[in-house]
């Protein structure tokens, strides 16, 4: 699939985020887009994911696309996960389709055995972070979106990580916001 | 000293204080003491027609709650899901919160009769406060959940299970806790001013005729022990269901 990002304009009042911005997202491809802090990096988010709308431009979702909205698999900037719940729950809530045994196996390649069981407001901001990733690539979708999805991670766990998503990837787009594009490698850059 | 016996010590105390009191009135018919309502409790707990009365009136008055925790549930979803629909059914929730439960129950009392009126204004009683309760827990949702759900098409039910019930037990806890509560005083009112056959508030209303202060007592601790047992029962099983689904 092809997303077209046209003349894309968002402002806060008085404070402009997003001005002419342009981007066609295509399969195949990862994105990092860099930013500090307030350059609209998450509002891009919430405008590809039909969250927001922007003043102005448009988000085409092109080719014959079957749903009203992007169908994405995504980590938020909070991890907005179910507190209460393991992290074997919080994946597999999301998605009628998804099993306890397969969310148990995915878990297991981010997380220590004995951490998928506990409620995820007892992990460390670390793990809730590699439950969200994980949560976002096991559902079936026709794109990958997360915002700054290596906030907290070590070195090691951001590297396993990376090659998890880059695995669950596909042949479909990535689309990763962080403050600068170091070790992003397999990513093109767009700044803001 | 623990809370249950700090508690007897001044359940003792207050019936020591009443029992003074009834004797310096010296009058039965205007003020019985805690020895004769204890007496009247015993003799009526040997008839039959006491614990026909008991059942009878507890049915009529748990079915209206029951019926009434339905409907407002029903209808707050109803509410939350659509403002059109809310729009409508706001002013008559009001209506039914505003207006006395007296004016409620002599409309039922005309309309219907007798036999079901405890049943009618429990429900009548316990349905806005469902309502309002329930809507209340649904706007306590956390919204970046259910934005999350919105992008990931969660299944409805487990946006139901996961999301929206940890949002409304403190709130359903406390409506249901009102509800059965009002739901029985409510619904024994009903029954004093309508006076179905074999009804606690049919009892109550005999012992006023009768000048019988020593029954009323007898009664009112009957209305207010079963209203009891019957709030802890359903306190219990919500908070099973609680610990079931992992909801802290």
Redesign the interface.
């Known amino acids: 699939m092809t997303i077209d990002l046209e003349n894309i304009c968002k402002s806060y009042g008085d404070l402009k985020v997003l001005s002419n911005f342009n981007l066609e997202i295509e399969n195949d491809h990862s994105y990092v887009i860099t930013g500090e802090s307030g350059k609209g990096k998450t509002t891009l988010i919430r405008i590809l994911l039909g969250l927001e709308q922007p003043d102005s431009g448009k988000v085409h979702l092109m080719g014959d696309y079957k749903y009203a909205y992007l169908n994405a698999g995504v980590v938020f900037q909070e991890d907005r996960l179910c507190e209460n719940f393991s992290a074997v729950q919080n994946v597999v809530m999301v998605n009628k389709n998804n099993s306890v045994k397969v969310a148990e196996e995915e878990l297991k390649k981010l997380l220590p055995e004995d951490s998928i069981y506990k409620p995820v407001r007892e992990l460390s901001g670390g793990m809730r972070r590699r439950v969200a990733i994980v949560r976002a690539c096991a559902i079936p979708s026709d794109m990958l979106i997360m915002d700054e999805p290596f906030a907290g991670l070590d070195a090691v766990s951001r590297q396993k990580a990376i090659d998890y998503i880059r695995e669950k990837q596909g042949r479909n787009p990535l689309f990763i916001t962080a403050h600068d594009a170091e070790g992003f490698d397999f990513c093109r850059e767009v700044k803001l | 000293m623990t809370k249950f016996i700090k508690n007897v010590v001044a359940a003792v105390f207050w019936l020591f204080v009443w029992q003074i009191i009834a004797l310096i009135v010296h009058n039965k018919v205007l003020l019985a003491g805690p020895i004769e309502a204890f007496n009247a409790l015993i003799r009526m707990a040997g008839e039959a027609e006491f614990w026909q009365s008991v059942s009878a009136s507890y049915l009529h008055i748990i079915a209206g709650i029951f019926i009434g925790i339905l409907l407002g549930g029903l209808l707050s979803v109803l509410s939350y899901k659509n403002e059109l629909i809310e729009m409508f059914l706001s002013p008559l929730v009001l209506a039914l919160k505003s207006i006395p439960v007296a004016s409620i129950i002599i409309l039922i009392l005309i309309w219907v009769g007798s036999d079901f009126i405890s049943t009618f204004i429990s429900a009548l009683v316990a349905l806005p406060i469902m309502y309002v309760g329930m809507k209340n827990g649904f706007s306590s949702a956390d919204k ?2 259910l ?9 409805p039910v ?1 946006q139901f ?3 929206y019930l ?1 949002a409304l037990f403190p709130s359903l806890l406390s409506a249901i806790s009102l509800a059965v509560g009002m739901g029985f005083k409510s619904g024994i009112a009903a029954e004093v001013i309508g006076q179905p056959l074999l009804s606690m508030g049919n009892g109550l209303y005999r012992a006023k005729i009768y000048l019988d202060t020593g029954d009323v007592f007898a009664w009112t601790f009957v209305i207010i022990l079963v209203s009891w047992i019957t709030e802890k029962i359903v306190m219990l099983l919500l908070s099973l269901v609680k610990k079931g689904g ?3």
């Open positions: 970046k959940l934005e999350m759900a919105h992008v990931y098409r969660m299944p487990n299970r996961f999301i940890p992992g909801i802290k």
